[in-house]
Every structure is written in structure tokens, then in C-alpha cells.
């Protein structure tokens, strides 16, 4: 069965996240967005997890429904030609904050957890260590080798994927506090690595640049914090919908079980290029470089962003094919396309209404954007959102690049007017 996945999101219970972020709009975004399978986040957090128990069912091994009352309830906020398969499997992020090498690391986690008693298990060895209940994503004092030793020891299923692995502040191979390898991080737990998650600021043919990767399925997820965003990065899988068919395509990192990503622009990625936020100073790496990496305004250092760090730490070349690898598709959110033919901002009343008649009429917003006949396309909303979509799916789009925090501006039509 070929579906799409989303592994990486949270729950209204951890910071800085939609209270909207509950499992009712979890199930119905993932719908619209095209989502059969997502992760539960916030794995971790006790009230988190009393809500999974009590409205989620056992469908297949490690994989969980919402239950069918609570299914036939919300099924009228879907449109009826999105309606399919939407299952849950138990994931979340943990943040490892901790001294080695003489350096503060801080590296965040993304956890799978074969079952609700493992899942607990899980919490309960980790509120030894930390507070799991102020933060859907806990910070821990604890080496991420030894992170991934608990979890092993807890269930021999259970995989950690070290999380956008590029995001300067909180990554394995970040600028700011990272490590130059997987294996440094690790060290002799290293081999149960399996898969690692390209983030938002960088994609596959940024990660084929270094052979150190080579050994691992990249995956990409949305890290949501918020139900709109579910599926902005995902993964395709062709495999079982169950937990040991979604290990065992990972670990395969190929055709047929696994079959690659979908991925925003890089360019889009808050962390992209080098820059100063406060000073409204955004660089590429060259020119970070020339500076000596001061903010031309203020002399102070700047955030070093993924591009200029993959490029630190890079062994090949920047047009790289990498042969047997997993393929990608990049994609820019519908509602930033109908943006651009309206004139209006995402989130506004022309521009939901037009998603949600392209919807209702051509099922979800990944089969638009990469499935849909143009032509279907131009029936519903006219040639200009046509034309958006082919551009999309051509690449033939202009980026302004995102830079510490700031996330990138797309411009799809920018050469036809309104």
C-alpha cells in the first residue's frame, strides 16, 4: 500500500503550539493534506498519553484509530473527496541538553515507540530523570548516547531518529552545538541509527553531499506545530501499515517499501542561509565568510545556517547524483500558491475558500499539488492557480532564503500581474 507519513509533530501540550493540536484535527488535517499516516508527538507527556488511550484503538501492531465514534463525528468536516485511511503510530521529541567535549550540546530526538505500554514505559524512566509533565517535548539532562541506551533497554523495537539534523541550536549536526558526525554523537549505539530527518532547512541532495550519511534513510517530516502544517515535509512508504513494515522500510531506505520524501524548498527553512534576525541581516555562506562571521551592523556573531554548515562539512560536490538513493519531490503549500493568484494573504477568507472548493472537488491538497490534471485544476479555480501548480511541480519558483528564525518567502506568479 503507497501512503504518505508524517512522523514528527506535537500535541497542544507542548510549547509555543496551536491549543487546537489534539487528535480530533490531527485526524481531520491529515485528510486534507493527504496524511494516512501521523505520528501521535509528544509521546512523553502523561496527559498526552491518557488522551491516546482513551481515543485511540489497536488497529494493527503499533499502529492506532481513532475510534469509529468519534471517526463518524468529524466526518463532515472532511471533505468527502479527501475522506481515507488515517492511522496513528506513537512518536515523540525529546531535547538532550548536556556537557561533552568541553561543549554544551543540545540535540534534539525524534522517538517511535512500538506500543502504548512501551510508550509509558518510556515516560516513566524518563520523568526520573527530568520533568516530562511542563513540556510535550522534554529537555534532559542526559548524553543522547545514553538516550538511546534507555530506550533500547526499555524495548529492543523501539527507533530513535536523530530530528532535523542540520537546525543550528538544537541538532547532532548543528552549528551552534552539534557534533561533525552521527558516530560522534552516538559513539557504539551508532549502528542503531537508522534513518535520519533532513529538517525543513535542508533536503536530500544537500544531505548526498556527505558519505557519512550514506548509510542512513533520510527522512522528512513537518515537526507541526499546528494542524495547517501537518505534511509540509513527509515521507512516501509503499509497505504494511504496522509498526515492524514501517521499521523495516526505513532500515531498507529503497524501492520497493520506501520511496522517498516530499520536501518543501530548502530555501524556505528558517535556518537556510546565515544571518542576524535582530539586525535584518541575511547572508550567503561567502559572504558570512568575508565577514568573519560578525553581522555587519551590530559586530556580533552570526547564526550559522544549514547551508553554510553542510558546506563545512561536506566531502563531495554540490551537484551530486546520488545513484540508489531514495527520490524526492519539493512542493510550496496550495494556500501560498492561491495567495499569489488572489492577491491575499494564506489566511484569509477569498483564499480559504478557494482551497476548500479544490478540495471538495479534487481530493486532498498533496493529490492536487502533485497528482491532479491541470486541466481539472483550471476548471475548479481558473489558469492563473493552473499555472501556480505546474510551477510548483517544475521547481520554477523564486525563494528568498530563510535565515536564523525567519522563515523564507516564496514567489511563485512573481512575474504576471494580479
Not at 494493527?60 to 485511511?85: H, M, N, W, Y
Not at 520524501?261 to 537556510?272: A, E, L, R, S, W
Not at 551537484?319 to 538513493?325: I, K, Q, Y
Not at 500558491?337 to 472537488?361: C, D, F, H, W
Request: proline fraction near 4%; charged fraction near 25%.
Amino acid at each position: 500500500m503507497r501512503f504518505l507519513a508524517d512522523f514528527h509533530l506535537h500535541s497542544r501540550f507542548s510549547r509555543a503550539t496551536s491549543h487546537r493540536l489534539d487528535l480530533s484535527s490531527i485526524w481531520i488535517w491529515a485528510q486534507k493534506r493527504g496524511i494516512c499516516l501521523v505520528g501521535t508527538g509528544d509521546l512523553t507527556h502523561p496527559a498526552w498519553m491518557t488522551e491516546i488511550i482513551e481515543g485511540l484503538i489497536e488497529d494493527s501492531p503499533g499502529i492506532f484509530a481513532l475510534k469509529r465514534d468519534q471517526e463518524l463525528a468529524l466526518e463532515t468536516k472532511v471533505p468527502e473527496a479527501c475522506r481515507g485511511l488515517v492511522r496513528f503510530l506513537l512518536t515523540g521529541e525529546i531535547s538532550t541538553i548536556y556537557k561533552r567535549g568541553g561543549k554544551v550540546r543540545k540535540v534534539h530526538h525524534l522517538v517511535l515507540a512500538p506500543s502504548i505500554s512501551v510508550a509509558k514505559k518510556i515516560g516513566d524512566k524518563l520523568a526520573e530523570i527530568g520533568n516530562v509533565c511542563s513540556d510535550g517535548r522534554p529537555i534532559l539532562g542526559l548524553d543522547s548516547r545514553d538516550l538511546l541506551e534507555i530506550l533500547l533497554e526499555m524495548d529492543e523495537r523501539c527507533c530513535l531518529i536523530p530530528a532535523h539534523i542540520w537546525t543550528p541550536w538544537f541538532s547532532v549536526l548543528g552549528s551552534k552545538s552539534g557534533y561533525d558526525s552521527i558516530e560522534e554523537c552516538y559513539r557504539d549505539l551508532s549502528d542503531k541509527i537508522i534513518a535520519v530527518e533532513t529538517g525543513l532547512s535542508s533536503d536530500p541532495p544537500m544531505n548526498w553531499r556527505l558519505s557519512g550519511l550514506d548509510r542512513y534513510t533520510l527522512v522528512s517530516n513537518s515537526d507541526a506545530h499546528c494542524p495547517q502544517n501537518l505534511g509540509r515535509n513527509a515521507c512516501i512508504f509503499d509497505c504494511d501499515v504496522s509498526y515492524p513494515g514501517i521499521i523495516e522500510a526505513l532500515k531498507c531506505g529503497n524501492a520497493p517499501q520506501y520511496l522517498g520524501t516530499v520536501d518543501m524548498f530548502p530555501q524556505q527553512g528558517k535556518y537556510h542561509f546565515d544571518g542576524h534576525r535582530r539586525c535584518g541581516v541575511r547572508l550567503h555562506p561567502k559572504d558570512t565568510q568575508a565577514l568573519r562571521g560578525l553581522c555587519p551592523v551590530c559586530r556580533s556573531p552570526l547564526t550559522v545556517g544549514v547551508l553554510h554548515r553542510v558546506q563545512d562539512l561536506a566531502d563531495r560536490a554540490e551537484d551530486v547524483r546520488r545513484g540508489g538513493r531514495a527520490p524526492f519531490v519539493r512542493l510550496v503549500f496550495l494556500r501560498e500558491a492561491i495567495a499569489e493568484v488572489l492577491g491575499r494573504g494564506p489566511q484569509t477568507k477569498a483564499v480559504n475558500i478557494m482551497y476548500e472548493s479544490l478540495l471538495s472537488s479534487l481530493g486532498s491538497e498533496m493529490h492536487v499539488l502533485m497528482e491532479a490534471s491541470l486541466d481539472s485544476i483550471e476548471n475548479v479555480t481558473g489558469s492563473r492557480t493552473a499555472e501556480a501548480v505546474r510551477k510548483i511541480r517544475a521547481g520554477e519558483i523564486d525563494v528568498e532564503e530563510g535565515y536564523d528564525g525567519v522563515y523564507g518567502t516564496v514567489r511563485i506568479l512573481s512575474d504576471q500581474g494580479h
